[in-house]
């Protein structure tokens, strides 16, 4: 799992910020979303005990503030600018609310993590959003992040999610996903293996391991132009078409995957012990339940099993 006091990426969620993005990712960000803004240097101590923290929190947040990290010492003509217009930044660390495009709120010093969860709460609500709204808002905030290809801040809020949440499948599913898409496979394995027995047969769990045995098959999938010349060389080659779907799925055709399956089931549905029906479902459990190739698929398998 991932370790979630450490110090990330820069990311769209948590952000290094200079003098020369301090407009487009503090100022202009907060427009949307609030931004915890947190001015530190390398040479002070509780800036390095609080700002694991301020990120532990922004993370937990999923989604509904993000978080800008200044060096002072890096960035001295942004902070002279800043105090001039009022901001005390002579003392740090300091963590600065930016709420539509102004600071709203403050505080100096490292600080215990219930009064930073306050501090986060008070941005959010002067941002318009609603704070403590429960775990499913985190989750689909994470959710969104996978889908615009945000991995890592997606797993940060899913890894975050889990540990509030031991018994959510989606928590530890979604973190399996983003291994996955990092191809970090035996990461999402030792994830998926780990969960507690409650939750092993939940149909999130299942569809990642499903996800994961595609992503295997994928790594060692034979070349898709070669595999289709043997199959129009050779309609019969169950082998050859058995392959042929597999890259095909791993080269992201999953519709024409399940058509060369299908056509393989149509042509001996027991062959090696029935393989094709077995990968047929393997796919059908990777996807959403109401995916229209899953809809399409099973249709047409059922109609076979039962002609």
């Known amino acids: 799992m991932l370790e979630l006091g450490s110090t990330p990426p820069a990311t769209d969620l948590i952000k290094d910020v200079t003098e020369a993005n301090f407009m487009a990712d503090v100022v202009e960000a907060s427009q949307d979303v609030p931004v915890i803004v947190d001015f530190w240097a390398t040479w002070c101590g509780p800036c390095r005990t609080l700002g694991p923290m301020l ?14 990290k200044i060096d002072v010492d890096q960035n001295q003509m942004l902070a002279q600018a800043l105090a001039q217009q009022g901001l005390p930044l002579q003392s740090i660390p300091t963590v600065v609310a930016f709420v539509k495009g102004r600071p709203t709120d403050m505080f100096q010093g490292a600080v215990p993590a219930s009064e930073i969860d306050a501090f986060i709460k008070r941005a959010i609500e002067a941002g318009g959003g609603e704070a403590g709204g429960g775990l499913e808002e985190a989750l689909a905030a994470a959710e969104e992040m996978l889908a615009e290809g945000a991995v890592e801040d997606a797993a940060q809020t899913f890894a975050a999610i889990a540990e509030e949440d031991p018994s959510s499948a989606e928590a530890f599913a979604g973190l399996a996903r983003c291994q ?3 191809g970090e496979l035996d990461q999402a394995e030792a994830v998926l293996n780990g969960v507690a027995a409650e939750i092993a047969d939940a149909a999130p769990i299942e569809a990642a391991l499903a996800q994961l045995e595609l992503a295997r098959q994928a790594a060692n999938s034979g070349p898709l132009d070669d595999l289709k010349a043997a199959v129009e060389a050779d309609p019969a080659n169950l082998e050859a078409r058995f392959e042929l779907a597999q890259a095909l799925h791993a080269a992201g055709q999953v519709e024409e995957a399940v058509d060369q399956l299908l056509d393989l089931f149509r042509r001996d549905r027991e062959w090696n012990d029935g393989a094709a029906k077995q990968q047929l479902f393997t796919i059908f459990d990777a996807l959403k339940p109401n995916d229209p190739v899953v809809l399409h698929g099973r ?4 109609s076979m099993i039962f002609a």
């Open 55 to 68: 990120e532990d929190a922004v993370t937990k947040a999923g989604g509904a503030v993000k978080m800008a």
């Open 180 to 182: 996955i898409a990092l």
């Open 299 to 302: 249709r047409k398998l059922s």
